[in-house]
């Protein structure tokens, strides 16, 4: 199947700090991709997708300023959590989606995940 | 909005036994996925399904996709320890501007050796 890195895997950094997280699909092309926050025993939330060439798109209650996304290129989208407080620590993940007109699939992949433990 | 209801929430099952889990929508969907996820890492997916009426095996896993549109179920045959994990169901609209997942809440799979 189509693979996809996050990096990076884990993060531990001080309150009040930015902190960048990549998402690569690594042998696919993905224009969309997706970011989602998991908090314990919980299922993914989705945060925003990520359009490459154009702005984000957030859900309702995400503040963008806060979380900003790049989309720059067809397999790279970063996710930076500015000003980074405790109540941020969650698991981040990443999808990227593999639409295929011709066979008539619309799938997304998902990294690894980042673990972000904000002091 | 679309929501899904998976069921059971969790299931404590013996080696070798068979495992059915399902999820059920209020509205319809063109894509159904489930995924699996170990702690700590993100979902792998298992399973997609592209029609209505669909039955697709993926080794000891085998999964359908409901005639209306509005749900799908999973089996793993044969469990053994290495199945444990959450399981997610997944749906989606076929192509559309953004392709959105709308997930289930898992079902949390414990094996006894």
């Known amino acids: 199947g189509a693979v996809v890195s996050q990096h990076p895997s884990w993060v531990i950094c001080k309150s009040g700090t930015s902190v960048k997280i990549e998402c690569r699909s690594l042998?696919?092309?993905?224009?969309?991709m997706f970011w989602y926050r998991q908090f314990p025993k919980q299922s993914l939330m989705l945060m925003a997708t990520?359009?490459?060439?154009?702005?984000?798109?957030?859900e309702q209650g995400v503040e963008k300023d806060k979380f900003l996304i790049n989309h720059a290129s067809l397999t790279l989208s970063t996710l930076t959590v500015t000003s980074a407080h405790p109540e941020d620590s969650s698991f981040y993940i990443c999808?990227?989606?593999?639409?295929?007109?011709?066979?008539?699939?619309?799938?997304?992949?998902f990294g690894p995940g980042t673990r972000l433990t904000v002091l | 909005g679309q929501q899904l209801n998976q069921s059971p929430q969790s299931m404590f099952i013996q080696e070798g036994e068979d495992v059915s889990m399902n999820c059920t929508s209020s509205s319809i969907f063109n894509t159904w996925l489930w995924y699996k996820q170990d702690p700590g890492e993100g979902p792998v997916l298992l399973i997609a399904?592209?029609?209505?009426?669909e039955l697709t095996s993926n080794g000891r896993l085998t999964a359908q996709f409901g005639i209306t549109r509005k749900d799908s179920f999973l089996n793993i045959s044969a469990s053994i320890p290495s199945d444990v994990g959450i399981y997610f169901c997944a749906g989606q609209n076929y192509g559309g501007s953004q392709g959105n997942l709308i997930f289930g809440k898992g079902t949390k799979l414990s094996v006894k050796p």
């Open positions: 990520s359009n490459e060439g154009s702005k984000a798109t957030y």
């Open positions: 999808s990227a989606r593999d639409f295929k007109t011709s066979g008539g699939t619309d799938t997304q992949y």
């Open positions: 042998d696919f092309q993905a224009t969309t």
């Open positions: 399904l592209y029609k209505a009426g």
